[in-house]
């Protein structure tokens, strides 16, 4: 397929506002750009690592001609060539007519506030509360506003406060966002917007921003080292860090085909530019254990913009979907513009950040296929706190038992080596041994030989070593009334 590109700048509405961004302003993360160039610094920066969530907004998409729910994204670690088309929604977006939102109000009446440095971030992500309770018609609760509330850390004024504002949401009085931003008018502008090729330039910078699979393969068939994007949720940190710049890139997230989700008869097909969010919607029914395992992975914010693909291809020995995805036995589904192969994801990874791509491939997409009958599955992660925590010891385990016996047994350990690794020796210990506490215990022992934890800050080569072996005993004591019946 010839490259050619219909447009050299950026379009994209904030706050209903339509804005124009070419040249080095393209480069910016959103964040800065909003602050900087747009004159809308509610929105804050301050660790600028997607950590804090001081930087949130809300953003909308259009998928396959349809716009997507706004959801909340971390805008710091967001490049702004990841917003073309899309309409932004940021905290000076919410108030009406100079009049405060319903959420504001509550955080006004509650006294959700002090410093106000996190305020307006934890605002947008009550505005994504109250736009999908008021969607789905579900009550704000606590525990509802807890986990909405996951991505955004407040120093100073204690979330007693701003837990009694969200209860307090009278939704009654929000006016949805999309009824006041996603307007028929904007909708086809922006549908026209999305059909177009993008790329745009600065000095030795390219972002290249292709609608079509077809296209991308092109581009990187004539650069083979240009860097994919997929959400940036690991490059925009890198990047903001100084340790890798996103000088020449090719962005995914505008081809619609690569952001299907799909079920079928024998597992789930999921795209390459599918959200986390979206996926644990979707595998919810279908693979109950991976959604548990998506509930404690970061904050809403990363995942609405995260893939499960870009987890995998990163690579990081502690990532927490690979053990799981290793354990399913998935498949990625890898295209060039000379052809398209698959590759078991257990074949995929060779040592650290070495894997099985070429450098004018691109991941599509990832099959996984549904557990065989009867197979039970854990999934777990050890981090220093339950929400928004980087691993420290990973662990995914599927076991068949028939008649008291280990027929089946899967077994994959992260955190503990360079990549993340099934364990042959010990799966071949597991088998045709009696389903019992001891045999597990047993097996934990020859999996911690057979790995080589390090020293880090985040914990030691013993408690890593304590930590692998106690997951395998936990697995029996999670699962055994399922497994011996
Ligand atoms: C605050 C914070 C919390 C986090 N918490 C967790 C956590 O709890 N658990 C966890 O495992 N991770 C976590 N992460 C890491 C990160 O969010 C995930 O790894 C995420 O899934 C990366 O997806 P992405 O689409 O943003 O990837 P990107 O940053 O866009 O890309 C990551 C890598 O994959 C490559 N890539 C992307 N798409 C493709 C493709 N289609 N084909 C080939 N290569 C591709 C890119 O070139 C890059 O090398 C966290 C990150 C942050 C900032
Ligand atoms: S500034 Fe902290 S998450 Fe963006
Ligand atoms: S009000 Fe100061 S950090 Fe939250």
Redesign the pocket.
């Known amino acids: 397929m010839p490259i050619g590109c219909d447009r050299n700048v950026l379009v994209f509405f904030v706050n209903g506002v339509r804005h124009e961004v070419g040249g080095r302003g393209a480069f910016l993360s959103l964040a800065r750009y909003l602050r900087e160039q747009a004159s809308l610094p509610g929105t804050k920066i301050v660790c600028a690592?997607?950590?804090c969530g001081a930087c949130t907004v809300l953003v909308s998409r259009l998928v396959s001609g349809k716009w997507t729910p706004l959801t909340t994204v971390?805008s710091c670690?967001s490049p702004l060539y990841l917003f073309d088309s899309c309409m932004v929604v940021t905290v000076e977006g919410l108030s009406e007519q100079s009049h405060l939102s319903e959420i504001q109000d509550k955080m006004l009446d509650h006294h959700g506030a002090q410093c106000g440095y996190c305020t307006p971030g934890i605002v947008c992500s009550l505005a994504h509360l109250a736009e999908t309770s008021q969607a789905k018609g579900i009550r704000i609760d606590r525990k509802r506003a807890q986990n909405y509330l996951t991505?955004n850390l407040c120093r100073c004024t204690g979330y007693d406060p701003i837990l009694k504002a969200a209860e307090n949401i009278d939704l009654m009085q929000w006016r949805p966002l999309g009824l006041r931003y996603l307007t028929d008018e904007r909708t086809d502008y922006c549908q026209y917007l999305a059909s177009q090729t993008v790329l745009v330039t600065a000095g030795n910078r390219r972002a290249w921003l292709p609608t079509q699979v077809g296209q991308a393969l092109a581009i990187k068939s004539a650069s083979p080292h240009i860097?994919?994007?997929?959400?940036?949720?690991?490059?925009?940190?890198l990047h903001n860090k100084g340790r890798q710049y996103l000088d020449e890139v090719l962005v995914?997230n505008r081809i619609s085909e690569?952001s299907e989700v799909r079920r079928v008869d024998d597992g789930v097909i999921i795209g390459?530019?599918a959200s986390?969010s979206e996926v644990e919607d979707v595998v919810e029914s279908s693979h109950f254990e991976l959604a548990r395992l998506l509930r404690?992975?970061?904050?809403p914010q990363?995942k609405h913009?995260?893939?499960?693909?870009?987890?995998l291809?990163?690579a990081?020995p502690?990532?927490?979907?690979i053990p799981a995805l290793l354990v399913m036995e998935a498949r990625l589904g890898i295209k060039s513009a000379a052809g398209s192969r698959w590759v078991e994801l257990k074949h995929f990874y060779q040592d650290y950040k070495k894997f099985d791509?070429r450098p004018g491939?691109?991941?599509?997409e990832v099959f996984i296929p549904n557990l065989p009958e009867g197979a039970v599955a854990r999934f777990y992660k050890a981090s220093m706190r339950k929400d928004?925590?980087?691993?420290s010891v990973t662990f995914a385990g599927v076991l068949q038992v028939k008649g008291g016996r280990i027929v089946s047994a899967k077994i994959a350990l992260g955190g503990v080596g360079p990549i993340v690794r099934r364990l042959p020796n010990v799966e071949k210990e597991l088998t045709g041994k009696e389903f019992s506490e001891n045999s597990l215990v047993r097996a934990g022992d020859l999996a911690i030989q057979s790995v080589h934890p390090i020293d880090d800050v985040r914990a030691s080569a013993n408690y890593r070593r304590l930590v692998a072996k106690n997951f395998f005993k936990k697995y029996f004591v999670e699962t055994a009334v399922e497994l011996n019946q």
């Open positions: 690592e997607g950590d971390n670690i991505g860097r994919l994007v997929a959400g940036a949720t690991d490059l925009g940190v995914l690569l390459a530019t986390l404690v992975f970061a904050s990363i913009q995260g893939t499960l693909v870009g987890n291809v990163n990081s502690i990532a927490d979907t791509l491939e691109v991941v599509t928004l925590d980087i691993s």
